[in-house]
């Protein structure tokens, strides 16, 4: 069945751009989750949707970043005026919450250069 | 709070011999435990998950987990190591606190197999 999508799988965005960050999550699933992984690091929990809502976003680093998920559906990450230190791979995972499993995206590898 | 603690930020094996990779966790809610495995320029996959059935779970390519509530660990192993195994490992616990699902991974420990 079709697992969770991200797109672009690759950005490239020169320091002060914005860029956005799809994902589409596994039909049905309600809980969504942003996670950034810098090179060589652990995932870091970034924010966290159950359906449309955005319950949790302590781990949004600055106000740079947004997320959003209109429809309780496809999420949208944000990010402002980009930085160097925004440099990461961006995961998106989904679970029926129910049953705690995380299905992860392959994720948006951004660089800012 | 939640939290996970990957105790090994390394580890290094011969192939052939056993794996063992140590998490410990904290959690003020009844947890579910999971481990992912990366691959280099991979993405996330599942190796295994406890949610409160047997303590002792098995998982994907040989690998096993015991959760032990008095010592709040869920440690990872193998009888045998591969090279295939070679990759980076992360504890993952997974709890309510606050009314909602809150994930939290551990730093990861990188799995390096001899030949």
């Known amino acids: 069945g079709a697992g969770v999508s991200q797109s672009p799988r690759y950005k490239v965005a020169k320091r002060g751009q914005d860029v956005a960050l799809r994902c589409d999550p596994i039909?049905?699933?309600?809980?969504l989750f942003w996670y950034q992984q810098a090179l060589g690091q652990g995932p870091e929990f970034l924010t966290y949707?159950?359906?449309?809502?955005?319950?949790?976003k302590s781990g949004l680093p600055s106000d740079r970043f947004f997320a959003e998920r209109p429809e309780g559906s496809v999420s949208t990450l944000k990010i402002q005026r980009t930085q160097q230190e925004d440099s990461a791979v961006y995961l998106c995972?989904?679970?029926?919450?129910?049953?705690?499993?995380?299905?992860f995206g392959p994720g948006t590898r951004l660089t800012v250069t | 709070a939640q939290s996970v603690t990957q105790l090994d930020s390394h580890v290094s094996v011969s192939e052939g011999t056993p794996v063992l990779l140590r998490c410990n966790y904290s959690s003020s809610y009844s947890p579910s435990l999971f481990w992912y495995v990366q691959h280099p320029n991979k993405g996330l996959q599942l190796l295994l998950k406890?949610?409160?059935?047997?303590?002792l779970v098995k998982g994907i390519n040989g690998f096993e987990a015991e959760f032990k509530k008095s010592e709040t660990s869920f440690h990872l192993t193998k009888p045998s190591a591969h090279m295939s195994d070679a990759a980076e490992y992360f504890c993952v616990v997974s709890d309510r606190s606050g009314g909602y699902q809150k994930v939290t991974f551990g730093t990861g420990t990188k799995l390096q197999v001899i030949p």
């Open positions: 039909s049905g699933h309600v809980s």
């Open positions: 406890y949610t409160s059935a047997a303590t």
């Open positions: 995972a989904s679970s029926l919450e129910k049953f705690w499993r995380l299905n």
């Open positions: 949707f159950q359906n449309e809502a955005q319950l949790d």
